[in-house]
């Protein structure tokens, strides 16, 4: 428990760190390490995909707080948009995590070693957004939010590497776009997280502290360390040479993605 615990504590000053400096959710780096972590302590096999995701949701509720907060003071936040997409988050993300509990474990290993390559990719080759010639209608907002909550919930993440896309091509500034993303990670994290406890709350074989498919001890750790680091990742952005950093960041992408297929 105490070996997790600190394990716990500096995944969250990395992801922490790696959050504020490249502007992304902690999920990315969050849910792989668990997976390794639990598996090494001997979590029952079916569960370790599921606990990692759920626990790497339930961890970004409290860094979305905390970035709505920083994005809020900046008057970034384009708060009628965070309302129109919220309701289609929430309903995908509750069906994520519905697939999720129904696939196999390794299938679900799987889906998020793709989604790693991809993101990798995307940074790799730093890939930006173009807007759109045409502006979206509103009622596709709907539709794309449940996707994003499907997926998001799936592979454990807050959904920024798909929100801030599809804003950008919607005709949306950058900055608006990343703050009206974090704003979003919270109603993904919460109706995740909230699934998740209540599909793994009488499942067999879940270890001790575990809320549904939420470990508590790494909740606790990595959700508290990562609030503190954030904001020295996001200073370390303007000093820091960010485009080469986003290529070695891919090619930890991929390095988890090539352990998590051979773990």
Not at 11 to 39: D, E, N, Q, R
Not at 143 to 148: D, E, G, L, N, Y
Request: proline share 4%; aromatic share 10%.
């Amino acid at each position: 428990m105490i070996e997790i615990l600190w394990v716990s504590v500096l995944l969250g000053i990395v992801s922490g760190v790696l959050a504020g400096l490249f502007g992304i959710g902690g999920g990315l780096v969050i849910v792989p390490v668990l997976a390794m972590l639990f598996k090494a302590h001997g979590f029952a096999s079916e569960l370790i995909m599921l606990m990692s995701v759920a626990t790497s949701l339930a961890i970004i509720i409290l860094t979305a707080i905390s970035s709505i907060s920083a994005h809020h003071h900046l008057g970034t936040v384009v708060w009628h948009r965070v309302f129109t997409l919220s309701p289609g988050i929430m309903i995908g993300a509750g069906l994520g995590a519905i697939i999720a509990k129904q696939i196999s474990a390794d299938l679900l290993r799987l889906i998020l070693v793709c989604f790693l390559i991809y993101v990798g990719i995307q940074m790799l080759l730093q890939v930006k957004p173009k807007p759109s010639s045409i502006r979206f209608p509103k009622i596709l907002d709907f539709f794309v939010a449940i996707i994003i909550g499907i997926v998001s919930s799936i592979v454990g993440i807050g959904g920024g590497t798909l929100t801030v896309p599809y804003l950008v091509r919607g005709q949306m500034l950058m900055r608006n776009a990343v703050a009206v993303s974090s704003a979003c990670g919270l109603p993904i994290a919460v109706a995740s997280t909230v699934s998740y406890t209540l599909l793994g709350w009488q499942a067999a074989n879940l270890p001790e502290y575990s809320l549904g498919y939420v470990y508590l001890p790494v909740f606790v750790g990595t959700g508290l360390s990562s609030i503190l680091t954030a904001p020295i990742g996001a200073k370390l952005a303007y000093k820091l040479p960010a485009l080469k950093l986003k290529r070695y960041f891919a090619l930890l992408l991929f390095v988890m993605a090539a352990k998590l297929i051979w773990y």
